[in-house]
């Protein structure tokens, strides 16, 4: 298996990225589609829309949007399309919107990945 990473996609490119994937189901604010350099964008593995508007980054619903996240990960059928993908690759990059770098769906996705390649 490949290393799995996290970084917001309005960081800088880095030749150590490897594969880029944005795992947000919504287009990033002000980022032009040329500037992400992106190698996928996988938005049926984001959190669903009503997830989505119900946690909004509020950190004080952190754990029970995980738990919420977590059970949406285990019933949805993108997550073994995203795990042959970094079977495949040296590196993938999971890229995200959120200006939260401590509270955001990718450290959730990030961790359910590495427990299911254990």
């Not at 947000?24 to 984001?46: Q, V, Y």
Request: charge should be neutral; glycine fraction near 4%.
């Amino acid at each position: 298996m490949g290393t799995v990473q996290v970084k917001r996609v309005y960081d800088p490119v880095d030749a150590t990225d490897g594969k880029r994937v944005l795992v947000d189901r919504l287009w990033p604010r002000g980022m032009k589609k040329e500037s992400a350099h992106l190698d996928e964008w996988m938005k049926d593995i984001a959190p669903s829309t009503e997830l989505r508007k119900w946690f909004h980054q509020d950190a004080t619903q952190w754990e029970e949007f995980t738990a919420r996240y977590l059970l949406e990960l285990k019933q949805n059928n993108a997550v073994n399309t995203l795990l042959d993908m970094i079977s495949k690759n040296k590196t993938v990059t999971l890229l995200y919107g959120a200006h939260d770098k401590e509270h955001n769906h990718a450290l959730v996705l990030l961790h359910f990945i590495n427990e299911a390649i254990k």
